[in-house]
């Protein structure tokens, strides 16, 4: 993200009288302030494709368990954009969801976390996406989600059950790291958004904060203080060598949605700040949600005797360590212990492989891993999926084979991936029956209307 710096603003500054000076040095602080807090909010990741090629102009599908979800054009463009925002209505937009029309906004655009965030910080966010950010005319798709999800006044209701718009206060009792970790975490990171489980009104459960949830094709895992189920074991160092790499040697790597952000967010926090999130991380109350610890499971070794000499074509035994051989073993090694400088992982201790949740193992065979720090450098592993014109595309079969084969040699036992799995896996992940049931819903109180206006009516012709 390439905008102008405090040096260039006070370089020009320079030029102006001492109290203009002292202006433009607070607007340069104001607007340092302001990127510093996109950053921290990921609003990169979610509101630009191409790799961030153009930021903030929005058109990113994001899945959700409702429909497909396109991200906004956040640029001061006045015609496709929030170039005609007021402060007022770009506050309203972050803490209430309600766009400066008046139209309410899908909490995919996690509103209910930026609602914490303080007046100052909220003006130093207006500040800088109006005045450093480039206006772009770019529209993008309308999010058309199915009947009665598409009616966005319906969101109004939700929020008056479930929006929390309590602005961020420090707790006296706890230390300034911890406050500020707090609020990172509960704010502009809003972690809570993707890690905590939500209900059958898709609304957070607050008291499964942070315990794990699916977003997508990809699973949030438990974050809690939880030794077994959690990270509860993890050092600080190691909370923060995660959050600036996305890769703890036999513990995790990141992909996907955490992948974009760590690359577009976590990493270019301060250390302060980073030590912070990992302080208040480790009082999050432990959510138990496993009875093996994560990080633990699998051991190394292989069945290549199982094949060896045969016929590719003719036989068909061990189908999952054929295709464990061909498509990973270049890589992972063939006892899936990986390379000696982590940058392939092992695929025993490996929390992918550990996790009784086996959507991130399918979603990285179908989807690959991309993700780049400054730290980690670039990692990139190939999509088995659907890459086009690709001769090792897997299907459905294939991707479970590989993964129960990939589960019992490496990872938790007696976890098994079916093919339709993955196919759920493959069409974005699973979606809620919450259009169902509201459509019902609708559907009974049309039928209780209509009945009860006709008791009238018959009551009344009786008379």
């Known amino acids: 993200m390439k905008t102008f710096t405090h040096s260039l603003l006070l370089s020009a500054a320079v030029l102006l009288s001492p109290l203009a000076l002292a202006q433009a040095s607070n607007d340069a602080e104001t607007l340092a302030k302001g990127e510093y807090l996109a950053i921290a909010s990921d609003c990169t990741a979610c509101h630009s494709q191409e790799h961030a090629a153009k930021p903030f102009t929005g058109g990113k599908a994001i899945s ?37 029309d008046g139209s309410h906004l899908y909490p995919a655009m996690p509103y209910t976390a930026y609602a914490k965030l303080t007046d100052e910080d909220i003006h130093a966010l207006y500040s800088y996406f109006m005045n450093a950010v480039k206006p772009v005319d770019q529209p993008v798709p309308e999010t058309e989600l199915p009947f009665p999800m598409n009616l966005r006044f319906s969101m109004a209701f939700w929020n008056a059950l479930f929006l929390d718009d309590t602005v961020h206060q420090d707790d006296p009792e706890q230390s300034e790291s911890w406050n500020r970790g707090r609020y990172l975490v509960e704010g502009p990171t809003h972690c809570a958004t993707c890690h905590t489980p939500r209900g059958l009104l898709m609304q957070e459960q607050g008291d499964q904060f942070l315990a794990g949830a699916q977003v997508g094709p990809w699973y949030a895992p438990n974050i809690t203080s939880d030794k077994v189920s959690g990270i ?16 703890v040697e036999g513990k995790a790597q990141a992909a996907g949605s955490m992948a974009e952000a760590i690359s577009y967010s976590f990493q270019h926090l301060s250390d302060g700040d980073l030590n912070a999130i990992a302080d208040y991380l480790a009082t999050v109350p432990a959510v138990n949600t496993a009875s093996d610890n994560r990080f633990n499971q699998g051991e190394p070794g292989n069945k290549l005797a199982a094949f060896r000499g045969k016929d590719f074509h003719e036989d068909t035994s061990a189908p999952g360590a054929r295709l464990y051989s061909g498509s990973c073993a270049s890589c992972h090694g063939y006892n899936a212990q990986g390379t000696e400088d982590g940058y392939y992982p092992s695929l025993f201790h490996n929390s992918v492989t550990g996790e009784a949740n086996t959507s991130n193992l399918i979603a990285t065979i179908l989807y690959g891993v991309d993700r780049e720090t400054e730290a980690g450098g670039h990692v990139f592993m190939p999509p088995f999926g659907d890459q086009p014109n690709a001769l090792n595309n897997l299907d459905n079969q294939q991707v479970a084979q590989l993964s129960n084969y990939i589960l019992d040699m490496h990872g938790l036992k007696g976890t098994q991936v079916t093919p339709e799995q993955v196919a759920e896996i493959r069409a974005g992940g699973a979606q809620s029956p919450l259009i169902q049931y509201a459509r019902v819903g609708m559907g009974v109180g049309v039928v209780v209307v209509l009945f009860a206006i006709g008791l009238l009516w018959h009551r009344k012709r009786k008379k």
């Open 64 to 100: 959700s368990p409702v429909g497909t979800i396109f991200a906004t054009n956040i640029t001061p463009s006045k015609a496709f954009g929030i170039g005609n925002y007021t402060e007022e209505q770009f506050a309203n937009a972050l803490r209430k969801g309600i766009a400066a």
């Open 232 to 247: 509860g074991s993890w050092s600080k160092a190691e909370v923060v060598q995660y959050l600036k790499t996305g890769h």
